[in-house]
Antibody
Framework: QLRLQESGPGLVKPSETLSLTCTVSGGSVSSSGYYWGWIRQPPGKGLEWIGAVYDSGTTYYNPSLKSRVTISVDTSKNQFSLKLTSVTAADTAVYYC????????????WGQGTLVTVSS | QSALTQPRSVSGSPGQSVTISCTGTSTDVGSYNYVSWYQQHPGKAPKVIIYDVTKWPSGVPDRFSGSKSGNTASLTISGLQADDEADYYCCSFAGSHWVFGGGTKLTVL
């Protein structure tokens, strides 16, 4: 059974960089045919797609966040990561990692989510 | 403001059916059959219940069904059960990225 687990600091200061890692177990992040992505949810609000990385390393980002986001994959550690620069309070959210099957809209596996608060 | 428009809330009694709409534009819902629906209980991660407009992931009962007409996708839940009370989100491909709806809170009366 595939499992995704987010990890990283729960508190980040304004203007600094938010860094999260998603560790994949029970499967391989280098398996062909999948996108590995990040989605966030501010407290009490809806979901927002941040971006994703394909198994080839190609990345796709939300146009509204593109200038601040980097998503990368580390096949040696079976992980993929998110970096979001110049954070503000508006970036406070639960961050989820998820897998999407290529050629479909099926996001079938999600992490449990991790709350990141931006505050000084 | 969310890219896809959903009603803030819907409600129904056990055994009844409810439909949640998801309105986008010709650049997202209207152009692609890549619409998915997610159910989210409080404090939990979203769970996919419909993908590619009408398809069921493994293990999801056929009480949940999806459809699309023009720029609007819909999720219908029949035979409402208490455990269906949750937030529901639609999501659509938009050419180079993905957009979510603002979410709909379903209350089972």
């Amino acid at each position: 059974q595939l499992r995704l687990q987010e990890s990283g600091p729960g508190l980040v200061k304004p203007s600094e960089t938010l860094s999260l890692t998603c560790t994949v177990s029970g499967g391989s992040v280098s398996s062909s045919g999948y996108y590995w992505g990040w989605i966030r949810q501010p407290p009490g609000k809806g979901l927002e797609w941040i971006g994703a990385v394909y198994d080839s390393g190609t990345t796709y980002y939300n146009p509204s966040l593109k200038s601040r986001v980097t998503i990368s994959v580390d096949t040696s550690k079976n992980q993929f990561s998110l970096k979001l620069t110049s954070v503000t309070a508006a970036d406070t959210a639960v961050y989820y990692c998820a897998r999407r099957r290529e050629g479909t809209s099926l996001r079938d596996y999600w992490g449990q989510g991790t709350l990141v608060t931006v505050s000084s | 403001q969310s890219a896809l428009t959903q009603p803030r809330s819907v409600s129904g009694s056990p055994g009844q059916s409810v439909t949640i709409s998801c309105t986008g534009t010709s650049t997202d819902v209207g152009s692609y059959n890549y619409v998915s629906w997610y159910q989210q209980h409080p404090g939990k991660a979203p769970k996919v219940i419909i993908y590619d407009v009408t398809k069921w992931p493994s293990g999801v009962p056929d009480r949940f069904s999806g459809s699309k007409s023009g720029n609007t996708a819909s999720l219908t839940i029949s035979g409402l059960q208490a455990d269906d009370e949750a937030d529901y989100y639609c999501c659509s491909f938009a050419g180079s990225h993905w957009v979510f709806g603002g979410g709909t809170k379903l209350t089972v009366l």
